[in-house]
């Protein structure tokens, strides 16, 4: 089965920077499409950002222009590149692999693999 590991979340203020990481295993990890989902408290689980097998990348629009999704097919590994934080990016954001590449990349429904998790928490 495919094994994800979120790291790098942490405190950081408003207008900073962050990067998270998620290893992966697999021998097919260059061909998953991979996403990185958020859930803050009290709120559903909401999309983030998706990277396809090919390289395509998608955000939701409350994020496009500030984070970027890039992937490390040689060590397994996709990335989160957080700038310009604000207080309503604070949630807990996982990771997620979908070995199909599906066409519904913002449903959680599309994704067979899960992290556990890192924590991102913006000060104001």
């Known amino acids: 089965q495919v094994q994800l590991v979120e790291s790098g979340g942490g405190l950081v203020q408003a207008g900073g920077s962050l990067r998270l990481s998620c290893a992966a295993s697999?021998?097919?990890?260059?061909?998953?499409?991979m996403g990185w989902f958020r859930q803050a408290p009290g709120k559903e689980r909401e999309f983030v950002a998706a990277i396809r097998w090919n390289g395509n990348t998608y955000y939701a629009d409350s994020v496009k222009g500030r984070f970027t999704i890039s992937r490390d097919n040689a060590k397994n590994t996709v990335y989160l590149q957080m700038n310009s934080l604000k207080p309503e990016d604070t949630a807990v954001y996982y990771c997620?692999?979908?070995?199909?590449?599906?066409?519904?990349?913002?449903?959680?429904?599309?994704?067979?693999?899960w992290g556990q998790g890192t924590q991102v928490t913006v000060s104001s």
């Open positions: 697999g021998r097919t990890f260059s061909s998953y499409a």
């Open positions: 997620a692999a979908d070995p199909q590449n599906s066409y519904y990349y913002t449903r959680i429904t599309s994704y067979d693999y």
